[in-house]
């Protein structure tokens, strides 16, 4: 491929991306496996990951502040939910039957607005307003203000209580959505996540998909140096999980595995529980508790927004 041509096919990728997405939206049939999304391929999946992460890196820098780290990890995961698992639909954010997605580790909200944005919920220039004040773009999701979102959260451990209220009530209302929450490893250190967790178990909520991003880091350090909460994975059996343990959840084939496993699952909720790499994808944010909780400036934004221009054309090759 010459350069020329190559140079063109990688400035058409986002295009690409978003043509395929709009192409593939009005297709909500499940597929063979029961998938509701645009049935990317995994290299599809990849490049829009970069673009996620290119979101979660302008979002970050623009505010000044934000939560890039645990947003970055869990890349994968937010852009294979919205792009090939859920039941949504950008164009009918709250149309009754889709499937429900609670970020309870909220402080990540970059991550879940960069997935929106990118999969059509309102559009990508948007980003850079984040927790500027008037933008719809908070620090923390608010089911108010923003498309897409179905619960405001933030406050660690509440989320998980939120999904399961509204997995309850989708069997005992016999609605076919499913509900899907996200958790840090160090929200789990939280109380109420266990009670919420007992609850889902008992009631057999074979909608709910508890997903837990265990990065291995919090706010302030690793978290067997915290308070550990390993074993992760027996906790949940404990309280009467099917449990899917992934080694790498910044790898589409095994979320694909994962996710499948889960909806394929009855008489009980799932717990997908994920290895990631806090900072995934920027050389300089990888596995560093530091970008938990700040902002690149000038200076690391040019490194960041280059290293992923790079990690896009790269996959372009393939
Ligand atoms: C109840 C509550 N206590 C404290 C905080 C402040 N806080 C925000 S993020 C965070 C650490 C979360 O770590 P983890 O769940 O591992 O998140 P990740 O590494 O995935 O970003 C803390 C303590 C909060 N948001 N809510």
């Not at 997405?21 to 597929?31: H, P, S």
């Not at 979101?55 to 645990?70: C, D, F, L, Q």
């Not at 550990?228 to 694909?256: C, M, T």
């Given at each position: ?7 063109l ?30 049935q ?32 970055l ?29 609670v ?6 909200a ?20 984040l ?11 608010c089911?108010a ?19 399961t ?95 499948d ?16 790499t806090k ?14 909780g ?8 040019e490194?960041?927004m ?13």
């Amino acid at each position: 491929m010459t350069s020329l041509t190559q140079e063109l096919k990688c400035a058409s990728v986002r295009k690409c991306v978003i043509m395929t997405a709009k192409k593939r939206t009005t297709r909500v049939k499940r597929d063979k496996k029961g998938r509701k999304g645009i049935q990317m391929t995994n290299l599809e999946l990849q490049k829009t990951a970069v673009e996620v992460r290119k979101g979660i890196i302008e979002g970050t820098h623009a505010a000044k502040s934000g939560h890039p780290g645990g947003s970055l990890s869990a890349t994968e995961v937010f852009t294979y939910l919205y792009f090939e698992e859920m039941n949504i639909d950008p164009k009918n954010p709250n149309k009754a039957d889709r499937d429900r997605f609670v970020l309870s580790k909220g402080h990540t909200a970059p991550g879940l607005y960069s997935a929106l944005a990118n999969r059509g919920f309102f559009p990508v220039e948007d980003l850079k307003t984040l927790r500027h004040v008037g933008s719809h773009l908070q620090g923390h999701p608010c089911v108010a203000h923003t498309p897409g979102i179905d619960a405001s959260s933030g406050s660690l451990g509440q989320g998980i209580s939120v999904a399961t209220g509204m997995a309850l009530s989708g069997k005992l209302t016999n609605e076919p959505y499913r509900v899907y929450t996200l958790l840090g490893d160090g929200e789990i250190q939280e109380g109420q996540v266990w009670e919420a967790a007992m609850l889902a178990g008992f009631r057999k909520l074979d909608n709910l998909c508890v997903i837990v991003d265990n990065n291995n880091l919090q706010i302030d350090g690793p978290i067997t140096e915290v308070n550990s909460p390993y074993p992760i994975a027996d906790k949940f059996r404990a309280f009467n999980f099917h449990v899917v343990e992934v080694a790498d959840g910044n790898d589409f084939e095994q979320l694909r595995a994962a996710f499948d496993e889960a909806r394929a699952t009855k008489g009980a909720p799932t717990a997908i529980v994920m290895k990631t790499t806090k900072g995934k994808g920027i050389s300089f944010m990888e596995n560093q508790v530091g970008w938990h909780g700040k902002a690149p400036n000038d200076e690391q934004y040019e490194q960041a927004m280059e290293e992923l221009k790079k990690a896009g054309e790269a996959l372009c090759q393939m």
